[in-house]
């Protein structure tokens, strides 16, 4: 079995059932086609595994949030509910019109521990297997919703997408080991390339005479954990150092206006960048911008951003403490650092800045291509559908 406990080529292959019949399947999730963000990204990605799958005739896709315009093909064989992402009632009712067709699904696949009530309550009624994916910070810690908690200990499999956030849901839930799985996230690696400065993105944001340290993600005002104030903390000595440093701040959210506060405070007004939200085409090139990522976090569940970087090139400092340290391999794709410890936050963007560690994509990424995903997606199913041991 590979890292973690994620499954290998061989393990899949070698795993590979003889189907007697293409199997039906049912997915609640919180967004995916229309959706922004790390989660709807994964979702995106399963469900085309999925469709991919040999395995696989029909998924039935209930999503909870269709929040933009959907800009890329659905998959053929999947049926996406849009009639479900107009509310928590029209959701249910969704949800509740398809189960009443008993027998129509062999396996439900629940996207998160807040929809498990409804997606528990269809795989009863249709006799069907149970699986359960889980992210992040919100599988932590039992969330506020008793019932999911309760019924989290019934699935058949947990589908995690880190060791970390792995073993921190087992230790409230108590599902045993064999009945976890790791599924980490991919990365479209012909998407996310190693690429020169965008010469007209630069003087967007006056960098072209900048060294640029970049961090992506939600500014939240209720997860303040991506490390956006540990690396704002350590900027005003890195640019004595480094006068033409500038940090780059990529995302939007509530958030925002006490981290531009706080980089005025600090007397970074003009070395602090904050960019907004992007568009999904334009951050290839804005990773490309970067002569770092750093995002030493605290309760990230895995980071696809940190693959993104690293798929670019660009020299990755993820966090000791949370699932990055899944992305980054345990250190092979990127250095860890403890966010309590600014000394050392600031000692490796200086091992970067300094040319002590180079940028350059590396060929352990091609452990999260999407091949290799679609491939463990593809083993998880027969698993599920067979009860086979973790």
């Known amino acids: 079995m590979g890292l973690g406990g994620a499954w290998t080529l061989s393990d899949i292959c070698g795993h590979r059932r003889l189907m007697t019949k293409p199997l039906r399947i049912a997915m609640l999730l919180t967004d995916a086609y229309g959706g922004f963000g790390g989660v709807a990204r994964f979702n995106r990605d ?6 991919a799958s040999p395995q696989v005739e029909r998924v039935q896709a209930f999503p909870r949030l269709i ?4 800009a890329e093909p659905v998959p053929e064989s999947v049926v996406l509910h849009r009639n479900a ?7 249910l009712r969704a949800v509740a019109g398809y189960g009443s067709r008993v027998g129509e699904t062999d396996i439900v696949i629940c996207g998160h521990l807040n929809l498990l009530a409804p997606a528990w309550a269809l795989a009863r009624r249709q006799g069907a297997k149970l699986a359960l994916i889980i992210h992040g910070i919100d599988a932590w810690k039992p969330s506020s919703h008793k019932l999911a908690n309760l019924l989290a200990g019934k699935v058949d499999l947990v589908i995690s997408v880190s060791s970390h956030t792995a073993r921190l849901f087992q230790q409230w839930s108590h599902v045993p080991d064999e009945r976890v799985a790791l599924l980490p996230n991919c990365v479209d690696l012909s998407a996310f390339a190693p690429a020169l400065r965008d010469p007209q993105l630069a003087a967007r944001y006056g960098l072209e005479a900048s060294r640029v340290i970049m961090t992506v993600g939600r500014l939240d005002e209720r997860e303040r954990y991506k490390g956006f104030d540990e690396v704002l903390e350590v900027m005003p000595d890195l640019v004595r150092r480094h006068p033409d440093l500038k940090y780059l701040i990529v995302g939007t959210g509530s958030d925002l206006a006490r981290l531009r506060a706080k980089a005025e405070d600090l007397g970074l007004a003009e070395s602090v960048i904050f960019t907004g939200r992007i568009a999904e085409e334009e951050k290839a090139a804005h990773y490309n911008l970067a002569d770092a990522y750093v995002m030493p976090g605290r309760g990230e569940g895995f980071g696809i951003v940190y693959l993104e970087a690293a798929a670019c090139g660009v020299p990755v400092i993820g966090s000791i403490l949370d699932g990055s340290r899944d992305a980054l391999l345990d250190g092979k794709l990127g250095a860890l650092v403890d966010p309590d410890k600014p000394d050392a936050i600031s000692a490796a963007i200086r091992d970067v800045l300094d040319g002590r560690i180079n940028g350059g994509r590396k060929a352990e990424l091609s452990y999260f291509n999407k091949t ?10 027969g698993r599920i559908i067979d009860n086979a041991p973790v």
Request: charged share 25%; proline share 7%.
């Open 46 to 51: 399963f469900l085309e595994a999925l469709d």
């Open 67 to 70: 929040g933009e315009p959907i």
């Open 372 to 381: 290799e995903f679609k491939l463990r997606v593809e083993g998880l199913i």
């Open 85 to 91: 992402a107009c509310g928590a009632g029209p959701f």
